[in-house]
């Protein structure tokens, strides 16, 4: 027998704004499916439930999510010579090894790109983002060889009836392989609920 109890009460009243029940939160779907879940994946509707109580619609607040970068030499100086960032750190081993940092660096554009991109890459599996503003701060000079990891976490988010989606905060940042913090960053982002085609079906 479980021992996740549901999150009904006693008002069962699906709201053709919002997809979720008035009483309970959860959508259609949720609702139908409860009995044949698990105790996990009733913990996980949970977990929505309480977000959408708070005000997100589409993403879920404390949803978090990492990822890994490997920075090579070649990807150093190739990025930046993409960027038009001639610094000689980021391009002459000699100059490089020379300076206080003792080899190449990375400019503060690459980690600072791919941190942003994490946000579309994670959310558009399931949504439709679009970034609004970005705060980053650099802590730490990033080594080419550096292997960094990457996190974002949502710490705020309200449905926003005029943008069409969430309103999300979030907080992030990167650390290299030695567990240096180099990256501190916040975010706001727009989440919207991705648009399907006539004859895509919903998920």
């Known amino acids: ?33 409860w009995s044949s879940l698990d105790d996990d994946a009733k913990r996980a509707v949970l977990s929505r439930v309480d977000s959408r109580r ?3 619609r589409v ?4 949803e978090s999510f990492e990822a890994t970068l490997a920075l090579s030499p070649d990807s150093v100086r190739h990025f930046a010579t993409l960027v038009n960032d001639g610094n000689p750190l980021h391009h002459d081993d ?9 080899g190449l660096i990375a400019s503060g554009t690459q980690p600072t790109a791919h941190l942003m991109a994490m946000l579309a890459t994670h959310f558009s599996q399931y949504a439709q983002p679009l970034g609004l503003e970005f705060g980053i701060r650099l802590t730490r000079a990033v080594m080419a060889d550096d292997v960094l990891t990457m996190r974002w976490q949502v710490i705020e988010a309200n449905w926003k009836a005029s943008l ?38 919903r998920t």
């Open 1 to 33: 027998m479980s021992g996740v109890a549901s999150p009904y009460v006693d008002v069962c009243r699906m709201n053709p704004q919002t997809g979720f029940c008035d009483g309970c939160f959860r959508t259609i779907d949720e609702i139908a499916a």
């Open 54 to 56: 708070q005000g997100a």
């Open 59 to 62: 993403v879920m607040l404390g």
């Open 94 to 102: 000699a100059v490089a090894r020379a300076s206080r940092f003792g």
């Open 164 to 201: 069409g989606g969430d309103l999300v905060k979030l907080e992030g940042g990167a650390s290299n392989a030695r567990g240096d913090n180099v990256m501190k960053a916040t975010a706001t982002i727009v989440v919207m609920p991705k648009e399907t085609t006539p004859n895509e079906p």
